[in-house]
Every structure is written in structure tokens, then in C-alpha cells.
């Protein structure tokens, strides 16, 4: 069953504008990663968030944790057409090592 | 060159019919996994390896089989195709149990079953 739901489902901005992606989870996590799927390719890693820390950065991307209302989100600055291609959320819980993966939310940049 | 492939890339057959796909990894990863990416459903996990020769069942298992004989290589048979397994199926390797640390994906095999 999923364990990560993302919020929205698709979202499209204009380049150079900000995205943000929000996840939403139900039980307590051991750790939470964001992946990036171009369309026909496999995921990347994106960036992976441990239930301690609350903030983590990579470039243009950041991401938070809260986990007192289980959620995550993943911000994208200044947008790229580049940038276009869906975005998973998976949570991983404490007594099941494998990861769980949200239906993903469809990110498409406009030139 | 470096990496995981998966092979074939596209892979059309018939209900009843048995399927092997096949996942290689250069990095010597101790864990690897199969997933099945189908629309409203993210990614859900059918088998995973520790190790060569030590596999386990996933959230999706029926209907598959896995070996591991070699630690780089981690093939996945449908023994009698159905329609209901038409899905992208992803392999992925980790030096890490499950989503502990990060997992590598490859590109991914689209299979038909008509």
C-alpha cells in the first residue's frame, strides 16, 4: 500500500517561477527521499531527509520534513523547462526497511 | 560501462507465456530490488536481494520469481504471463538495506502482455 501521497497530482508553472511539491505520509519514518522521473527513464535520487533533521538542501532544491504533521515538501527555485518530470516521494518506517512510493506529482516547466 | 542496464528495454508477449527480465549492476551493490511503476500507483516493490543467493518477497510478489546467483545480476521471471502484469518494471541496487540509503535505478523494461 502507499505510504507517501503527493500533493498535486500536476502542477505547471512558468520557467524561473518556484514549484513546490508537498508528501504526506501516515506512519512514523526512519528516513524520506525525493526522485525525479524523466518520462521514459528510470528515477533519480534526489535528495533523502532523516526523521531528525528537518531541512536539507541541493542546489536549487530544498526540502522539509515536519514530522508532527507527517509531511514533507520539496521546493524547486527558479524553475527550468529542464525541471519538467515527475517527483516521487518514498518513506521508509523503522520496522520495514523497504522504501514506499507516492503516485508522484507531474511537474512541467513552460518555456 | 558503468551502471545498472536492464534488458530488453520493451517486451511484448502473450498471456500464459514465461518472461524473464534481466537487471545487471557494475557496482558491486549488495541489494538490489525489482519494482512495478503502474499509473495512480508510484513504484511497489515485487522482490529484493541482501545478497547472492538470499532474496524476499516485496509488497507485490504473486506471480514472479527472482534467483540471484551472481551478485550483479538479479533476474525477474513472470512464469505464466497475465494481462494484469502489462506494467514498466524498474531494477534498482543499493549498498544499503531497503531505503536506508539511497537506491539506483535503471531505465526501466515496458512489458506488454496481450
Known amino acids: 500500500s502507499q505510504q507517501g501521497e503527493e500533493d498535486p497530482q500536476a502542477l505547471s508553472i512558468q520557467e524561473g517561477e518556484n514549484a513546490t511539491m508537498n508528501c504526506s505520509y501516515k506512519?512514523?519514518?526512519?528516513?524520506l527521499q525525493w526522485y525525479r522521473q524523466n518520462s521514459g527513464r528510470g528515477l533519480v535520487h534526489l535528495i533523502l531527509?532523516?526523521?531528525?533533521?528537518r531541512e536539507k538542501h541541493s542546489g536549487r532544491l530544498r526540502v522539509t520534513l515536519d514530522t508532527s504533521k507527517k509531511s514533507s515538501s520539496l521546493l524547486i527555485t527558479a524553475s527550468r523547462a529542464a525541471d519538467t518530470a515527475s517527483y516521487f516521494c518514498?518513506?521508509?518506517?523503522?520496522?520495514?526497511?523497504?522504501?514506499?512510493f507516492g503516485a508522484g506529482t507531474r511537474l512541467t516547466v513552460k518555456p | 560501462d558503468a551502471g545498472i542496464t536492464q534488458s530488453p528495454r520493451y517486451k511484448i508477449t502473450e498471456t500464459g507465456r514465461q518472461v524473464t527480465l534481466m537487471c545487471h549492476q557494475t557496482w558491486s551493490h549488495s541489494y538490489m530490488f525489482w519494482y512495478r511503476q503502474d499509473l495512480g500507483h508510484g513504484l511497489r516493490l515485487i522482490y529484493y536481494?541482501?545478497?547472492?543467493?538470499?532474496?524476499d518477497k516485496g509488497e507485490v510478489p504473486d506471480g514472479y520469481v527472482v534467483s540471484r546467483s551472481k551478485t550483479e545480476n538479479f533476474p525477474l521471471t513472470l512464469e505464466s504471463a497475465t494481462r494484469s502484469q502489462t506494467s514498466v518494471y524498474f531494477c534498482?541496487?543499493?549498498?544499503?538495506?531497503?531505503?536506508?540509503?539511497?537506491?539506483?535505478f535503471g531505465p526501466g523494461t515496458r512489458l506488454l502482455v496481450l
Open positions: 531527509i532523516r526523521s531528525n533533521e
Open positions: 536481494s541482501a545478497a547472492a543467493d538470499i532474496t
Open positions: 518514498a518513506t521508509v518506517t523503522y520496522n520495514n526497511n523497504d522504501m514506499r
Open positions: 534498482a541496487s543499493s549498498e544499503s538495506p531497503g531505503g536506508l540509503e539511497t537506491q539506483y
Open positions: 506512519t512514523s519514518i526512519n528516513n
